[in-house]
T-cell receptor, first 111, second 114 residues
Framework: SQKIEQNSEALNIQEGKTATLTCNYTNYSPAYLQWYRQDPGRGPVFLLLIRENEKEKRKERLKVTFDTTLKQSLFHITASQPADSATYLCALYTGGFKTIFGAGTRLFVKA | DAGVIQSPRHEVTEMGQEVTLRCKPISGHDYLFWYRQTMMRGLELLIYFNNNVPIDDSGMPEDRFSAKMPNASFSTLKIQPSEPRDSAVYFC????????????FGQGTRLTVV
């Protein structure tokens, strides 16, 4: 069956360190993958998109990698700050304009 | 643009009652999505529309759920009759045509069925 898996455990890191979040999927062949941020009581907000033919994408302190062989994406936040604390969702575009989301990983950055 | 607007923000209703959730997408966006979010199941796609036409409703859990989009600026998600297990946060999102454009989400409606 088709699955998108993200770390169900919350990730706790110290301010200034790099946070790395994982997204694994099975039985999908996505044309692209997106990462969203969700704060409590709010809807998800788009952060980054990476296409299947791209290995890496960067935006300010954010970096995303996409390995279609491993069926995995890694999302990095460098020099993390307490304001980066949120839930991060990965999403796959599966064709037909359907976007399917993972359950998300909660990140806590301690000052 | 004010973004995707959903109403109400919170809804508490008794089991068996009809519930209607509303969404106004961003002007010019031709795709509209309804999602449901729970702790157990995460963010699930229920149905999506393109140019007001339902394209895929395979995520709608039961016949008790129905969605309409009578025009480009308005959509409803209706649950009739509601059950406690329908309690969740329901999000509406919209996007424009293009392979790589992101979805813009509303603030969500927190539904509690007692």
């Amino acid at each position: 069956s088709q699955k998108i898996e993200q770390n169900s455990e919350a990730l706790n890191i110290q301010e200034g360190k790099t946070a790395t979040l994982t997204c694994n999927y099975t039985n999908y062949s996505p044309a692209y993958l997106q990462w969203y941020r969700q704060d409590p009581g709010r809807g998800p907000v788009f952060l980054l998109l990476i296409r299947e033919n791209e290995k890496e994408k960067r935006k300010e302190r954010l970096k995303v990698t996409f390995d279609t062989t491993l069926k995995q994406s890694l999302f990095h936040i460098t020099a993390s700050q307490p304001a980066d604390s949120a839930t991060y969702l990965c999403a796959l575009y599966t064709g037909g304009f359907k976007t399917i989301f993972g359950a998300g990983t909660r990140l806590f950055v301690k000052a | 643009d004010a973004g995707v607007i959903q109403s109400p923000r919170h809804e508490v209703t008794e089991m068996g009652q009809e519930v209607t959730l509303r969404c106004k997408p961003i002007s010019g966006h031709d795709y509209l999505f309804w999602y449901r979010q729970t702790m157990m199941r995460g963010l699930e796609l229920l149905i999506y529309f393109n140019n007001n036409v339902p394209i895929d409703d395979s995520g709608m859990p039961e016949d008790r759920f129905s969605a309409k989009m009578p025009n480009a600026s308005f959509s409803t998600l209706k649950i009739q009759p509601s059950e406690p297990r329908d309690s969740a946060v329901y999000f509406c999102a919209s996007r424009s045509t293009g392979m790589n454009t992101e979805a813009f989400f509303g603030q969500g409606t927190r539904l509690t069925v007692v």
